[in-house]
């Protein structure tokens, strides 16, 4: 049988909140929308966090209604707290990706709270979805590498790993290299562990700023993940983790997965379409090799 991945598009979210000078919103809908027509069925749409500390996702409502128009378009809008998840609950969204950091100072800097204030509240928030039939995901950023601490000791992840996985059986556990700094063995070792012990489904989000991210992104397949976060174009970063840029390219993922023989449900001349929309979004800086193979591009 043939093998098949996930891909969780999530330039119209992660690819564009490190962005200063705002991304009109009908901009951020032709991404949907191209995204979309190349095959992309699961798309991280925006969050409902304050636009005060990231002003680019204002327009996350508006963006996640055009996007409900889309068939078979499965939506993500990232929560940290509370508030946002009452406005994805409110605003429809299709999935509710709770999201903290397994490192203190990354989680004081992004969500201004401690690892335990936030993995508290999002334990409420995950029981109460869960009751209401929601689908879910709970994101842990910096698993492998931090902006302020450095390397995550493997043993010190899988352990705060291991809390979210404890909260649901069924819930969807996004494990990120934040920063882009890992090392495939290093994925390896965390995602077998986890795998071994834990029935959750996994998810696996990769950067590419040490040109690292397909071949995590393999290390992540071969552990037994089957569901990857990409970016058309490359794009993104995120505004609390100096350094950061962007995540792996889709179109990289995806001629990887192509030439393994593994099913992604994209078709290649339509997202290097999408890709080449998202990667031209002003203020956003690029990323991935396959835009740039003309042998590539021609199929």
């Known amino acids: 049988m043939t093998e098949t ?3 969780s598009e999530v330039a119209p979210r992660d690819g564009l909140q490190s962005i200063g000078p705002f991304v009109p919103t009908a901009t951020k809908i032709a991404m949907v929308r191209a995204l979309y027509d190349a095959g992309l ?6 969050s409902f966090v304050s636009p005060r500390h990231v002003p680019q996702m204002a327009d996350t409502g508006e963006v996640l209604a055009a996007a409900k128009q889309l068939p078979g378009l499965e939506c993500t809008v990232l929560v940290p707290n509370r508030k946002g998840f009452d406005l994805a609950m409110a605003a429809g969204a299709d999935r509710l990706g709770f999201f903290m950091s397994v490192t203190e100072a990354h989680n004081k800097a992004n969500l201004n709270r401690t690892r335990a204030e936030s993995l ?6 995950v029981a109460e979805a869960a009751t209401a039939g929601k689908t879910m995901r709970f994101n842990l950023s ?7 601490e450095g390397v995550v000791p493997t043993a010190d992840a899988i352990a705060f790993i291991a809390q979210a996985c404890a909260l ?5 556990i996004g494990v990120a290299d934040t920063t882009g700094n890992a090392a495939p063995d290093q994925v390896t070792t965390v995602f077998r562990a986890l795998l071994a012990d834990w029935k959750n489904p996994f998810a696996y989000h990769g950067h590419d ?9 393999l290390a992540a397949f071969e552990a037994g993940v089957r569901v990857f976060d990409s970016a058309a174009g490359g794009l993104g970063g995120c505004p609390f983790a100096p350094g950061a840029t962007g995540n792996t ?5 995806v001629w990887m997965f192509q030439r393994m023989g593994v099913e992604t449900g994209v078709d290649w001349s339509r997202l290097l379409v999408a890709a080449d929309l998202s990667a031209a979004v002003p203020g956003g800086t690029p990323g991935g090799r396959m835009r740039g193979v003309p042998a590539a591009r021609s199929g």
């Open 142 to 148: 910096c698993a492998f590498h931090c902006p302020f």
């Open 168 to 172: 649901d059986p069924a819930l969807e």
């Open 209 to 217: 700023t040490y040109g690292m991210g397909v071949a995590n992104a």
């Open 41 to 46: 069925r699961r798309m991280e749409i925006g």
């Open 5 to 7: 991945v996930t891909i």
């Open 120 to 125: 508290a509240e999002l334990s409420a928030l």
């Open 249 to 253: 390219a889709t179109e990289d993922l």
